[in-house]
């Protein structure tokens, strides 16, 4: 008797979750629709749909086709109610945010000064950001973690963060001890992707690839509506591949020529430097002199663009996306390198994957990284936790 209670409780939960994705995809149904779509018995419908509707996921509206009688009633998710907090853990300080379920960024906060050199501090770190979080988190349905790195969603372990020193670390599983919720961890660009993909410029898209580009070059690959980790948590890795015309700077990885040595934001002030002789803190610095006019910082931009358009060419030539999505700090400068990339592009792929393929930067802009890490959350609900609480 108790593994068929167990039984029952399983089919109900399975069943609750196939209301809210459909509803999540359809807005607004029927009753009857939604027994119809999805061959269940009236009945049940009707019960779950209340215990929804009483626990506040669920409301009702008047709008249907009717054949002359009153509308019906339509039901629709209270993504408004939705929440979730994304934390998006940076090199030295970390972003955090409360979300809903339509991507609103409720509220904002930032951890700065982050000195992480172990699995145990970026746990404080998260743990201390966490706890500044708003009381209120009515419907709340958990954490969400992009951090730089390996990591293995389906575990929550984060196996190699080079920048922190850390390997094989349970982050999920010592998060969900310490506050009681669900918690996804996944790398920072396959994050940002599933916001994109979500609430972005590739919402509907199926095939598409993201380039991260900040203090380090990440990417992510989503081919038929699925954000792509690889058989070793290493799939979209853009910034490790190899030019055959580089400066021969060493990665942080070992190797020297790879495109982050040429594209980063710490790459754009260092050849600044080299063009120049003059020391600039960032690629944001060289971006406001460029913007001044200052041709040297220009140039830089230029011949970044050049670098990246090839290997998005190849990018694109591979795995043929329906779009590409720029995203991150230097993505600000898109009006100064984008020419000479797209030129690039142009020279390099075959004339119909050239223009089938789009090539924008995120619309997402700095809330890319936290809106990503909350996504994951709803991600993992819809799939998973069947509409629990």
């Known amino acids: 008797m108790r593994y068929e209670r167990s039984n029952k409780q399983m089919i109900k939960q399975v069943n609750r979750r196939s209301i809210l994705r459909f509803l999540w995809d359809q807005e607004k149904a029927s009753r009857a629709e939604i027994a ?53 853990v ?11 379920g339509e991507g609103e960024m409720l509220w904002s906060w930032i951890l700065n000064d982050c000195r992480i050199q172990s699995g145990d501090d970026l746990l404080s770190y998260i743990k201390e950001g966490i706890q500044m979080a708003p009381e209120d988190l009515t419907h709340f349905l958990g954490l969400g973690i992009g951090m730089h790195g390996f990591v293995d969603r389906g575990t929550g372990v984060v196996h190699i963060a080079p920048s922190f020193g850390i390997e094989d670390f349970p982050l999920r599983e010592r ?17 940002m992707a599933a916001g994109e993909r979500w609430f972005g410029l590739v919402a509907g898209v199926r095939d598409f690839f993201l380039i991260n580009i900040g203090g380090g070059v990440g990417g992510a690959i989503c081919m038929n509506g699925r954000i792509q980790s690889g058989g070793h948590h290493m799939a979209g890795e ?31 002030a260092r050849k600044y430097q080299t ?98 890490a909350a996504t994951l959350v709803i991600e993992d609900w819809m799939d998973v936790r069947g509409g629990e609480e």
Not at 36 to 50: D, E, V
Not at 67 to 87: D, F, T, W, Y
Not at 90 to 100: A, R
Not at 246 to 266: F, M, N, Q, W, Y
Request: a neutral charge; hydrophobic letters at 40%.
């Open 275 to 372: 063009r120049t002789g003059q020391s600039c803190a960032d690629g944001k610095a060289v971006y406001e002199l460029a913007v001044e006019g200052d041709p040297d910082a220009r140039a830089v931009f230029t011949e970044m663009g050049e670098k990246m358009g090839w290997s998005l060419a190849n990018v694109i030539q591979l795995l043929n996306p329906e779009r590409v999505i720029v995203a991150g700090g230097v993505s600000h400068a898109w009006d100064l390198f984008a020419p000479a990339m797209m030129a690039v592009i142009k020279e390099a792929c075959v004339p119909r994957i050239y223009q089938k393929t789009k090539v924008a930067p995120t619309a997402l802009r700095g809330k890319a990284g936290v809106l990503g």
């Open 238 to 268: 853009i910034g490790h591949l190899t030019l055959s015309a580089h400066d021969g700077v060493r990665c942080s990885c070992g190797k020297a020529g790879c495109l982050e040595t040429e594209i980063s934001s710490k790459a754009l």
């Open 36 to 88: 119809r779509k999805l061959h269940l018995n009236p009945a049940t419908i009707t019960n779950l749909t209340r215990e929804l509707m009483e626990e506040g996921w669920l409301s009702e509206t008047e709008g249907g086709d009717s054949s002359g009688g009153r509308p019906p009633i339509l039901l629709k998710l209270n993504r408004k109610k939705m929440r979730m907090i994304g934390v998006d």
């Open 90 to 100: 940076g090199i030295h300080s970390m972003k955090f945010g409360l979300v809903d």
């Open 175 to 191: 998060l969900e001890a310490a506050f009681g919720c669900a918690v996804v961890v996944e790398n920072d660009v396959r994050a």
